[in-house]
Every structure is written in C-alpha cells, then in structure tokens.
C-alpha cells in the first residue's frame, strides 16, 4: 500500500508545483530536455569513461578527463615547490588553524575567552615560523611557496587583516575629527578605485624603488600588505554599511550608561554592526578568494598559478580542460564552504535578535 | 536649596537646533528624593531638556549642575555624571546582541569595573524588582514591549543611579502593558529614588509626582505641586492641555 500512496503523492506534488498552468508545464519540459542534453555527456566526461588510475599519460586511452593527470599533479597543485621533505610544516600549520575555530565549532568553549583570543593572536607567528622556518626549522624560502597552500596564505592574511583595518577605517570614516575623517575616506577611495592587478604591480615593481637600497622586502610579503591594504577598504565600506544601520538609540543607550567613545564601539555598536553585514563581509571574501590569483602576474604561483603551469608541462600537453575543471572545483569548494559558514551564523539567535526587536 | 539636597539644577539654560531655540531660558531645581513630572504638548521640548540632564543633547548658555557637577563639554565630568544618571528610553533601546543580564551587568563590569560575579548577583536582583529574572537568558527580541521596558529600568538601575530619567517610557507599549511598567516605575519612587519622567500618564503623574512641570514651546509655562497642577492649573495653556489629555 505504501509505494502506490507516495507515487500518488509524488505525481500530486509534481502537478502543483511543475505543470500548474501550460506554461509551468512548457517551462518543466524546456528544463528536463536542458537537463538531459547537458547531464549525461557531462557525466561521461566527468566519470563514466574518464581515467582515474595509472601515472603517465599512456594510461589515458578513455574518451572522458584524464584525472591521472590531476593525480600525478596533485603534490604540486596543493604545496607549489615546496620541499616535499617539509610538507608536513605546512600540513600541521594549516591544521593548528583549528585550535583557535574551536570555539566557534563547540558553543561550549566560548566562555574561555581569553584562551581563544590567545591562540588567534599567536596563531599568525607560529604559522610563519613553521611555514618559513628558521629557530631549529629549515628556511623554506617564500619562492617556494605555492599552490593551494599559497592561495590558503595569501587569503588568510588578506581577510585576517582586512577585518581589523576595515573596522578602524570605517570608524575612522565617521569621526567626529575632520583629520581622522579626511585620512580614512582618502585612504578608503584609493585603494578603491585601483584595481587589484596595479596594486600588485606597484607593490612588485614600485615599492622597491622608494625602500632604501639595503632593505629588500620579500616579494611575498609585498603582495600581502598589497592585498591586505585593497581588501580592508573594501571591507571599511562594508562595515560603514553595517555602522549607519545601527538605530541612534543603541548609542544612545550606550552613552546613558557611561560608557566611554571606545566603549559604546566594542562593546555595543561594532558588534551589532558587523552582525547586520556578515553577507557583505562573505562576500568581500569570496572575491578575495578568487582574486589571489592574480597574484600570477607577479610571479607567485597559487592555486591556478600552478596548474596553469602543469598544463604547458611539454609532457602533459592536451589536459588543459581538467586542469581548470579541478581548480574551479578547488575555488568552488572553498568559496561555498564560506558562503555555508555565512547562513550558519545568520541564523544564530543573538544574531537575529536585531530584526525582531526592530518589529516590536 | 544647597548643593547637598539639590539633584538637578537648570540655571537660564538656553538651546538651539540650528535656528530653532528649543529650550528657552531654563530654570528648573530639582531636590534629592523629589519626583517630577514634565508633561506638554508635542514638540515642546520635553526630550531635549531631559536628554540636556545626561548630556546627551549639549547647551549654548546657562548652567546645568547634576550632583554637583556642572556638566560642561569636558568628557570627563559628562562620564561621571552620566554614572550617577540613569536613563530610560520610549524605545527601550536595549542591546539586541546581549541577553538580558548581559544587558544588565554591561556598565556595571565595564564602568563601575565590578567583578563578573558580583554584577550578575545586582543584575538578577533588580530583574526580581522588576519581576522578570526568568527572562535573564533571552535576547530583548524574544520579549514583548513590556518586558523589555522593565529589563531598560533595571539596566539602568544596576549602575546604582542616584537621579533616574525617563522620556516617555509607556508610549511604546501597547495599552496592556503599560500598567507593568508602570507599577515599576511606582515602586521605584517609593524607594526614594529622585525621578524626572517625561509621560502623559495623568494618572501615573497623580499617584507619585510632587511637582509637574508643565512645558510649551520650549519654555517652563508653569511648575506646581500636583495637587495644585491637577486641581487649579495656572496658565490658560496647561488648563487647555489637561482638557485635551484628560478627556482622552
Ligand atoms: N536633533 C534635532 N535636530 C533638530 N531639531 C530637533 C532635534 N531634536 C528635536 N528637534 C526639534 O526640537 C523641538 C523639541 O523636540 P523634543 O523632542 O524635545 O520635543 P518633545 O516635547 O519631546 O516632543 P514629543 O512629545 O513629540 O516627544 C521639536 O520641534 C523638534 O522638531
Ligand atoms: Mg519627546
């Protein structure tokens, strides 16, 4: 009795929702033979008559992507040059980003503030000192660096600072001090209106010439303030966003109590308004994700830096196709995740509590 | 009245917004212990003085002296008379990130740098006085308007304040929860606690002030003892005015 009672559930679910009216029906149908134009050859190609096994490109004899080239790349998609000796450097470095996340995967811990705000901030040395060594470590030279490990570093540290140097840019921006305001809103415009790819360059090729002669930055290292000075404008307009929409009331209130300027901003209206733009924050992420690649340009290679160079390897010639398809599979995968991460904490409750006493 | 028994003094306090002169020539002493109620028409000025009392809203002449301190531009004296001031807002204006002891225990830890613990212990005590402790672990959004008016006094009463303020703290509510704030606000002056309350709550008024101060157009048209307010106002403008909200 079961399976006819939800075949007929199924079919009256099918007629409310996809063939409703002729034109909901026409649509359904235009979608289906989409879907089945595109699916099948696209799984074949994928899966069903792709090679997976073998290390050599004489083990590709299907029709389908040669994910052996993907496979027999992979150490270098993921790590770039680095000494596969010291991988393990960055493997555990990449792992310890877990310790100071604790708190917001186990509700529970988040009373042990201190802890938690101890390990973010000795997170970013200890990083550096296992990814570059030095104090009993070998020196891996930032040259070496690459792949997704490098996209992982350029990104971290462009969000890491971002955050930080939006927040006091957009308060700067709304200073009551015509100095404070005027430096900020000049800075924010700046940086805002040259695109990524000039910033790189500038930070490669023109910072060099104004450091005195002695003094060589890493290249690395200028790609970095490079990216982290670009997406902390971007995030200082974001989070202004966030400020103004904070009700004059909450200030206010903050002021009765005594709170002092610093105060009322930390304890009161910066929290409330990085809450009301956590979207915007994702996404001023998700586009500095994906424009690390640039950083090609300079000679570093990321993620796609790497695979580009796999694909004019003379030995692997042809597979330009998977190449790209596993890096947007990489890019894809990490930018989702964020977006994931984002809903997650919109739906928290002191998260929505703002709306609902708006309404009340 | 000598600086000892005197909470609020307004000395030919005047103020613009812009070119609009909303407080003019202010005179106002208001005694340790005594409640007033400052009532008038729309517009009048009743939040801007009672906002002046905190600093909240800045003023171009006279003087104001709260506790003894005269509140000037410096941020020092305006922080220290702001902890001895509390306030409470006709949109209650509680932190809608915080529950409510967070609410509650903010100011006291970060301000009067009480110990977690000991702020906690003030906090649910005056959520019993408002009658709402079983409401400590909920975000202001999971209350109802009544609620989180009575959370706003006892936030503003775990500074310990020596004057409290209230601009309009019913107006908000819908009708069936203002009588809860309202009881609060009762006990509240009967603990002695020196009160200006702005409100058109008449009968709020008739129950605990000892002095309405009547304003219009920026002005203090007439300050009486209630009884007399009520019974033989002054001023054709107050007479009017009590015609128009006592038939409502
Ligand atoms: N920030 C401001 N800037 C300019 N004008 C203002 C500002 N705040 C208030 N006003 C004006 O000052 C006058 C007095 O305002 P106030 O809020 O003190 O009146 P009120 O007596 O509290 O009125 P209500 O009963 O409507 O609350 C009004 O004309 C108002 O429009
Ligand atoms: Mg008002």
């Known amino acids: ?131 570059h060594g030095g104090l009993g470590l070998s020196v891996v030279d930032t040259g070496l660096w690459g792949g997704l490990f490098l996209t992982l570093v350029i990104a971290a540290t462009g969000m890491a600072a971002a955050l930080p140097l939006g927040l006091l840019l957009a308060l700067g921006r709304r200073s009551r001090l015509p100095v404070v305001r005027a430096t900020a809103t000049v800075f924010i415009e700046f940086w805002r209106g040259v695109p990524l790819i000039t910033v790189l360059f500038m930070a490669s090729v023109m910072l060099p010439l104004f450091l005195p002669s002695g003094l060589s930055l890493d290249k690395l290292l200028r790609a970095l303030i490079g990216v982290a000075l670009f997406a902390g404008a971007y995030m200082a307009e974001v989070i202004r966003g966030g400020l103004q929409g904070v009700p004059a009331g909450q200030y206010e209130a903050a002021q009765a109590l005594g709170l002092s300027y610093w105060q009322q901003m930390r304890l009161v209206i910066v929290p409330q308004a990085l809450r009301m733009v956590v979207p915007g924050i994702v996404n001023v992420f998700i586009a500095l994700f994906k424009e690390t690649s640039l950083v090609l340009i300079i000679g570093l290679f990321d993620l796609l830096g790497v695979v580009q160079a796999a694909v004019t390897n003379p030995d692997w010639l042809g597979f330009v196709l998977e190449g790209y398809v596993f890096a947007a599979a990489v890019f894809w995968a990490f930018c989702y995740g964020m977006s994931r991460i984002s809903r997650r904490l919109e739906r928290r409750p002191d998260m929505k509590a703002q709306e609902q006493q708006e309404m009340a | 009245m000598t600086e000892q028994t005197t909470a609020v003094r307004f000395e030919h306090v005047d103020k613009w917004f812009g070119q609009l002169h909303v407080l003019q020539d202010i005179n106002l002493e208001v005694a340790r212990g005594e409640r007033i109620v400052i009532c008038g028409p729309s517009g009048s000025g009743k939040s801007t003085l009672i906002r002046c009392c905190n600093g909240l809203e800045p003023y171009q002449r006279g003087r104001i002296v709260v506790n003894g301190i005269e509140l000037t531009e410096n941020r020092r004296t305006v922080e220290q008379v702001r902890r001895q001031v509390g306030m409470v807002f006709q949109q209650f204006n509680l932190f809608p990130h915080l529950t409510v002891l967070e609410n509650c225990t903010l100011a006291p ?43 706003a006094i006892a936030r503003a009463l775990c500074m310990q304040p020596r004057i409290m303020l209230f601009d309009e703290p019913t107006s908000a509510l819908d009708p069936e929860m203002i009588s809860e704030v309202l009881d609060a606000m009762v006990e509240l002056a009967e603990s002695g606690m020196t009160m200006l309350c702005v409100t058109h709550e008449m009968g709020f008024a008739r129950e605990v002030a000892d002095r309405i101060v009547f304003m219009d157009g920026g002005r203090i048209v007439e300050q009486s003892p209630t009884a007399q307010f009520f019974a033989a106002p002054q001023t054709e403008r107050a007479r009017q005015f009590l015609g128009q909200i006592l038939a409502r």
């Not at chain 1, 079961?2 to 149908?29: G, K, M, Q």
């Not at chain 1, 050599?56 to 992507?65: H, K, M, P, V």
């Not at chain 1, 186990?106 to 000795?122: D, K, Q, S, Y």
Request: aromatic content about 14%; hydrophobic content about 50%.
């Open chain 1, 1 to 131: 009795m079961r399976v006819p009672e939800r075949t007929a559930a199924v079919l009256a679910w099918a007629r409310r929702n996809l063939f409703s009216s002729p034109l909901n029906a026409l649509l359904t149908l235009l979608g289906l033979w989409l879907l089945w134009l595109v699916v099948p050859p696209l799984l074949q190609w994928l899966w069903l008559q792709a090679d997976f096994v073998g290390s050599s490109r004489e083990d590709c004899r299907g029709d389908g992507a040669c994910w052996v080239f993907v496979r027999v790349h992979l150490d270098q998609f993921l790590y770039g040059f680095y000494p596969p000796a010291e991988r393990w450097r960055v493997n555990l470095g990449i792992a310890l980003l877990l310790v100071p996340a604790l708190p917001l995967l186990i509700p529970p811990l988040r009373r042990f503030r201190r802890v938690w705000l101890l390990a973010l901030l000795a997170y970013p040395p200890v990083a550096w000192w296992l990814f």
């Open chain 2, 109 to 151: 830890i970060w301000v009067r740098k009480m110990p977690r613990a000991e702020a906690e212990e003030l906090a649910m005590e005056y959520l019993r006085r408002v009658r709402i402790p079983d409401k400590a672990h909920s975000y202001p959004g999971q209350l109802s308007g009544g609620q989180q008016q009575r959370v």
